[in-house]
T-cell receptor, first 116, second 112 residues
Framework: AQTVTQSQPEMSVQEAETVTLSCTYDTSENNYYLFWYKQPPSRQMILVIRQEAYKQQNATENRFSVNFQKAAKSFSLKISDSQLGDTAMYFCAFMDHAGNNRKLIWGLGTSLAVNP | EAQVTQNPRYLITVTGKKLTVTCSQNMNHEYMSWYRQDPGLGLRQIYYSMNVEVTDKGDVPEGYKVSRKEKRNFPLILESPSPNQTSLYFC???????????FGPGTRLLVL
């Protein structure tokens, strides 16, 4: 069964600095998708970034970028120029393609605090 | 505005009193799914639907029912809620399932 592991339950960073959140996953599939979602105190689940496993190029979205290492099954998120509004829980998720289901399998999250 | 809506956002109920949490999307998405989020357990899928009249169980379907009579709506039904169903519930949708899933705002349910 696929699993997603986030080894850092909590992290903190100073405003304007860079922080990297770790995620590893386990799968026997070759084609899949990986995601980072952000959950601020409002509890809304917001997509941060998405990576297709068949793409070698790492995805980027403004201040957010990933380091996708397929062989190592690693998918870390880098946040540059951290802002106070980045304070949130961050979840790494893997999309399961079993049958017709497009289930997301989630890590337990990393709580990120951006300090002024 | 493209969005997934859920109602109610907060609900306190008692054991055994049937309730329905509605989910609606205005993006013409085929795939819809329900998740529950619990501390220490993360998010787990309850049910999903590939299209109208096509639904199937996720990882934790016990105690829940769903229906998909219209493309835009995917209600979650708790026919006899129990305290272990106290949780934060999310509805999600995507165009066909392959694309990014977009989430509703969540429904916080407390069963006494």
């Amino acid at each position: 069964a696929q699993t997603v592991t986030q080894s850092q339950p909590e992290m903190s960073v100073q405003e304007a600095e860079t922080v990297t959140l770790s995620c590893t996953y386990d799968t026997s599939e070759n084609n899949y998708y990986l995601f980072w979602y952000k959950q601020p105190p409002s509890r809304q689940m917001i997509l941060v970034i998405r990576q297709e496993a068949y793409k070698q190029q790492n995805a980027t979205e403004n201040r957010f970028s990933v380091n996708f290492q397929k062989a190592a099954k690693s998918f870390s998120l880098k946040i540059s120029d951290s802002q106070l509004g980045d304070t949130a829980m961050y979840f790494c998720a893997f999309m399961d393609h079993a049958g017709n289901n497009r289930k997301l399998i989630w890590g337990l999250g990393t709580s990120l605090a951006v300090n002024p | 505005e493209a969005q997934v809506t859920q109602n109610p956002r907060y609900l306190i109920t008692v054991t055994g009193k049937k309730l329905t949490v509605t989910c609606s999307q205005n993006m013409n998405h085929e795939y819809m799914s329900w998740y529950r989020q619990d501390p220490g357990l993360g998010l787990r899928q309850i049910y999903y639907s590939m299209n109208v009249e096509v639904t199937d169980k996720g990882d934790v379907p016990e105690g829940y029912k769903v229906s998909r009579k219209e493309k835009r709506n995917f209600p979650l039904i708790l026919e006899s809620p129990s305290p272990n169903q106290t949780s934060l519930y999310f509805c999600a949708s995507s165009l066909t399932g392959e694309e990014t899933q977009y989430f509703g705002p969540g429904t916080r349910l407390l069963v006494l």
